[in-house]
């Protein structure tokens, strides 16, 4: 004899599948927006929904002497994805197991004849109070999932700088991009969240008998001083630095001969907070070009300060 609360369970159980594979996808969507925390309630309530309808489908099975092995790995296939989502991939292969069990319907082992009069399943107290359980534990999980991405969110709207009157994050971005948007020239600071670059002085160099330009070329060398206010150590390094001739961008990485030059360059290298270093970066470029000095203060973005230098 098949149950009919036993079909629809493992209905319910494809649909539950579908809902923790879903889950994967949001949950890890909340926690890049909120920082590491989720929510994911509906998910919580759908697989304790799931235990409860496995737990009947148990009691139907016993009572029918069908195979109770799709109800046991459906309650705790939804059970453990219930108290976390980490466990959801585990509970995906439980329950598609449990559906094909609960489809099949196999009698039980020893199985003896069905009895003839079958309580329904509302009027037997042990499944009431997996009922109860199952409520009460779905409640705290999702209360506390939602606590914590309140908590969040709270805390991500209170952020504010320390500087002057409290700026939001938005002033704060707006803020960084006139600096990144701005034309330098000779002696203007960047100030780039206290990161400081500042050109102090240009010299054009014919070279040596052994380093000597392009035709049409000079050297060039660039007089900059990096000052880190930031805070915290930072890292700087000639290559964050580019000498653009009519828009053609090359690395600073030239020796001119002349020791004034070539023995002051600016290397790579770590600023205390509050420290300062001055030196020359050198390229070649022919004078009468228009030359800048392409500055990249992210290395993950190509976004470039430029500063003037004829």
């Known amino acids: 004899m098949k149950s009919k609360v036993n079909i629809w369970t493992a209905a319910f159980n494809i649909f539950n599948c579908l809902m923790l594979f879903i889950s994967w996808f949001v949950v890890i969507a909340q926690a890049i927006a909120n920082n590491g925390n989720t ?11 799931g235990v409860i309808l496995n737990t009947i489908s148990l009691y139907y099975a016993k009572q029918l002497n069908i195979s109770i092995v ?3 790995l459906g309650i705790i296939g939804s059970a453990i994805s219930g108290l976390s989502m ?5 509970s995906i292969v439980l329950l598609i197991i449990s559906v094909v069990f609960e489809f099949l319907q ?4 020893n199985a003896s004849e069905v009895n003839d ?5 509302y009027k037997v107290w042990w499944i009431w109070v997996v009922v109860a359980v199952s409520l009460i534990l779905s409640i705290a999980i999702i209360s506390t999932t939602s606590s914590n991405g309140s908590k969040s969110s709270s805390s991500d709207s209170n952020v504010s700088t320390t500087q002057g009157n409290a700026k939001s994050s938005q002033d704060s971005k707006s803020s960084d991009d006139s600096v990144l948007n701005k034309q330098y020239k000779v002696g203007e600071t960047i100030n780039y969240k206290g990161y400081k670059v500042t050109v102090n002085d240009i010299k054009y160099d014919d070279g040596d008998d052994i380093n000597t330009p392009k035709s049409g070329n000079k050297y060039v060398a660039i ?3 990096i000052q880190n ?6 890292d700087y390094n000639p290559y964050d630095f580019k000498l653009s001739a009519d828009g053609n961008g090359t690395d600073l990485d030239e020796y001119t001969g002349n020791d004034t030059y070539d023995n002051n360059t600016i290397d790579s290298g770590t600023l205390d907070e ?8 050198i390229g070649q470029a022919n004078p009468n070009a228009k030359l800048k000095l392409e500055y990249q203060p992210n290395f993950f973005d190509n976004h470039t300060v430029d500063i003037d230098l004829n």
Do not use: R
Request: charged fraction near 15%; hydrophobic fraction near 40%.
């Open 229 to 234: 206010d930031t805070g915290d150590k930072q």
């Open 106 to 109: 196999k009698p039980a082992k």
């Open 70 to 72: 799709g109800p046991v």
């Open 86 to 90: 980490i466990f959801a991939f585990p």
């Open 274 to 281: 509050g420290s300062k270093v001055t030196g020359y970066l």
């Open 117 to 121: 009069v079958i309580i329904p399943w």
């Open 39 to 49: 929510s994911g309630g509906f998910f919580y309530l759908v697989t304790w929904i």
């Open 223 to 225: 007089n900059v001083t």
